[in-house]
């Protein structure tokens, strides 16, 4: 069954104006309109200005927001994207049959060119006193109230462009997403890394464990997937001897929606030969606290009721410390049937997996100290069984060269020493595809190919992914990532006029 939207919310009185309007022979919907000024170049150029009216004529267009209707004169609240002004129309001004049509069928939402004379009013409000008023485009649906807003949650993610419209919150957070994105271009392509796009269709999914979407293509008559992750076609340019890459990706997985996930999403990969995981983490922190400092004007910026502070250097600390000092666990000094104890003791679900005291390592770390890890913290040195593509350790037995950043609880980059080594990647690989052909969804694909390319020699390399939209939500302070993802995905099935724009569902 087709659950798609189908609604409208046309305002049928708006759809009877607009009708009047076209049998009358008004030109409507003009392809284009000379704006000669932004309202905030306006702003700027007559903020010294006094009350007598400037001589100097002004020309600028922009949605109405309100309308307050005095008799023979109008004030009304005109916005472009950088801002808002007064406008002051007088019926003397304009004329009978000007003024009769903006009161007739000039409403609030409509977008508007005028032009007219800047002036200061009585309580100091910079003004436009309009002399000509062009309507450029009728809207049909009309705007939530003011007083209320755009209020409803649901509504706000599944209709952005009104979010957009009436929420100065809504703009201001998705600003600094596009400047933040700029300034992660900007820091690496000034270190001479080189920014490639990479293949989103992949006959062969990897680069992370995660379940992917599936697709299938006529022509070739087989299976393919949405990209998890850029990792492995990243590293083939490494082999192909580009030695500083990235990539801004937007990635897929088949996975749970919540506040801290959604099945498409952004995130920048980049790697660097001849580095390490030490080097990684040191890139991470250089990026993260120039992208804080540079947004916020501080290393210290609020999120959900706790001040952050990224100032340099950040905490670093082994996962075996972290589960020691977080979880009060000596992980290594216990037996595995110990281990299972305490795992049951505490109530941890799926601990009947694990057999070895690495994995154990991992639960624990999860569950207990992920959590707790709300200022910029690095857990480095991850187990080899949860870390396919990171380099064995070059001293501990066991383990890989691996970070993760956590900040607020959250992942917020992952980072690894590359594994460069053919048959240890293969061997780990088929570990995988073991796993997956046993039901595991998340577990990777056996990649030939990318075996084939690090049988040419990839050099020493350093990797990390960092989450954009995490990051995006860190220097916004919002916690749910919907809030900075412009259109999240939701579930299908919602009718446009079934949600009150005034109540907020929470």
């Excluded at 002004?85 to 409509?110: C, P, S, V």
């Excluded at 609020?302 to 979880?327: H, I, N, Q």
């Excluded at 995006?472 to 949600?499: C, D, H, R, W």
Aim: aromatic letters at 12%; one cysteine or more.
């Amino acid at each position: 069954m087709d659950t798609r939207e189908t609604s409208l919310e046309f305002d049928q009185h708006r759809v009877e104006e607009l009708s009047e309007l076209r049998t009358a022979g008004y030109a409507l919907y003009p392809p284009a309109f000379d704006r000669k000024d932004t309202i905030p170049d306006i702003l700027d150029r007559f903020c010294q200005s006094g009350h007598e009216r400037s001589e100097e004529r002004v020309t600028t267009a922009g949605r109405l927001y309100t309308v307050r209707n005095h008799g023979k004169t109008i004030f009304a609240d005109l916005g472009d994207e950088g801002g808002k002004i007064q406008l002051y129309i007088r019926k003397n001004d304009i004329g009978d049959e000007a003024f009769g049509f903006f009161t007739r069928y000039i409403e609030r939402g409509d977008i508007i060119g005028v032009s007219g004379h800047p002036f200061r009013t009585k309580v100091g409000e910079l003004t436009i006193w309009v002399d000509e008023i062009t309507l450029l485009t009728k809207a049909l649906n009309s705007l939530p109230e003011k007083f209320h807003g755009l209020t409803n949650v649901e509504k706000r993610y599944r209709q952005r462009y009104v979010d957009l419209i009436v929420n100065d919150e809504s703009r201001e957070t998705f600003r600094k997403r596009s400047r933040l994105i700029s300034a992660v271009r900007a820091y690496l392509t000034d270190r001479d890394f080189l920014e490639f796009e990479t293949p989103v269709l992949q006959p062969v999914y990897g680069g992370a464990n995660a379940r992917p979407f599936t697709t299938f293509h006529h022509a070739l008559g087989q299976n393919l997937f949405m990209r998890i992750a850029p990792e492995l076609y990243l590293k083939r340019l490494v082999v192909g001897g580009f030695e500083k890459v990235f990539e801004l990706a937007r990635n897929f997985r088949n996975e749970d929606i919540d506040t801290r996930h959604n099945p498409e999403f952004s995130m920048v990969e980049i790697y660097e030969a001849y580095r390490d995981y030490t080097d990684m983490m040191a890139l991470t922190e250089g990026i993260i606290t120039h992208l804080v400092n540079s947004l916020s004007g501080s290393y210290q910026i609020p999120f959900s009721g706790v001040t952050l502070d990224f100032t340099p250097p950040w905490r670093a600390l082994t996962m075996e410390d972290a589960v020691r000092e977080y979880a009060g666990i000596d992980v290594q000094s216990c037996s595995i049937p110990e281990l299972r104890q305490v795992a049951e003791k505490r109530g941890i679900d799926g601990y009947e997996g694990a057999a070895s005291w690495r994995e154990f390592l991992v639960l624990f770390f999860e569950n207990f100290v992920e959590d707790k890890l709300i200022q910029p913290t690095f857990i480095y040195d991850f187990p080899v069984e949860n870390s396919p593509l990171a380099k064995k350790h070059r001293e501990k037995e066991g383990f890989t060269e691996r970070f993760e950043l956590f900040i607020c609880g959250m992942e917020i980059a992952n980072g690894f020493s590359e594994l460069n080594d053919p048959l240890d990647q293969l061997a780990r690989f088929q570990r995988q595809d073991e796993r997956r052909k046993a039901g595991d969804l998340e577990a990777q694909m056996l990649d030939y190919d990318f075996i084939n390319a690090l049988g040419y020699g990839m050099p020493p390399t350093g990797g990390v992914g960092l989450g954009i939209d995490r990051l995006v939500m860190l220097v916004t302070n919002n916690t749910s990532i919907k809030e900075v993802i412009l259109f999240p995905q939701m579930k299908a099935g919602y009718e446009g006029t079934g949600l009150s724009r005034d109540t907020d569902t929470g």
